[in-house]
């Protein structure tokens, strides 16, 4: 992975996990994101497949994930928690095959209500206009037919995440706007889709009625039990996308064992986890651009480019 600053801050990694030929221009698929973890426990296997599919899958990452607490055993090697999380996070774009990651160098703002809200450097102190300013920068340059992100409560209500997919919807916007002042130096590019993606309702109300026969609160989970599983259950978005990446599961799997110091805690480890792969290895979106037309996609690129058949990088 090499590394280079851009106009903006943003901090470019480019990943190589493929070698074969680039003579022919590839569609290109950008997920827009908050933290180290989010590419993989939300839709790994969704960047997996398509990377396997002859798209250039590529990562913004807000943050460095920051905030919260890590073993310290965990630390060993490593100046801090950032350090640690950033070198996770370059393990699991290895194994996902993504192409490119680009830092935008905010600082994790954890969960609500944490005193991180308020640091100077919080992605959630910084103006909306700005953020989404270099996502539509990174748009220009990477051209992206499809863009995915987080889904309107930022599957959790974290801070963080809501802001990015504020910032992002935005962005998608600003990319193809000629009048933007600060983007004048790059040709107007519109992507042709926007998704966000969700947690399956009917998997989060079996996840509650499992915690609460293990004798657990529902309302308070994850590492720090600061996650609401009851509150996120209340919410139900259109299912109008599902992946099926059961043939890259296992690569997903690789990618999610980078991110040790979160596994533990998340919503995709442990029994969670287990359970999860045991229902089904699928991930579901919700379509913001083009309208839905009532049909569920099992193709982000459905109707926009001709992908050749999966196989192993």
Known sequence: MTASTQPGGATIQSVSADNSSREKKRPVLLAVLAHPDDETFGMGGTIAYYARRGVDTCLICATRGEAGDMDPAL?????????????????????????????????????????????????????????????????????????VTFDPIGGYHHPDHIAIHQATVHAFSLAGDPAVANLQDLPVFRPTKLYYQTIPRKFMRLMMRIMRLLGRDPHKFGKNKDIDLVAIAEVDFPTDAVIDYRKVADIRDEAAACHASQSAGSLTGGIFGWLRRMIASKEIYMRAVPPPDGKVEHDLFQDIAELPPLRRL
Do not use: T, W
């Open 75 to 147: 630390l060993q090697g490593y100046d801090s928690i950032a350090e640690r999380r950033e070198a996770e996070l370059r393990c699991a774009a290895g194994k996902l095959g993504l192409r490119q990651v680009i830092f935008l160098d905010y600082r994790d703002s954890g969960m609500p209500g944490s005193p991180d809200n308020h640091h100077a450097g919080a992605l959630v102190a910084r103006p909306r206009e700005q953020v989404a300013e270099e996502i539509a920068r990174q748009i220009r340059q990477l051209k992206p037919l499809v863009v």
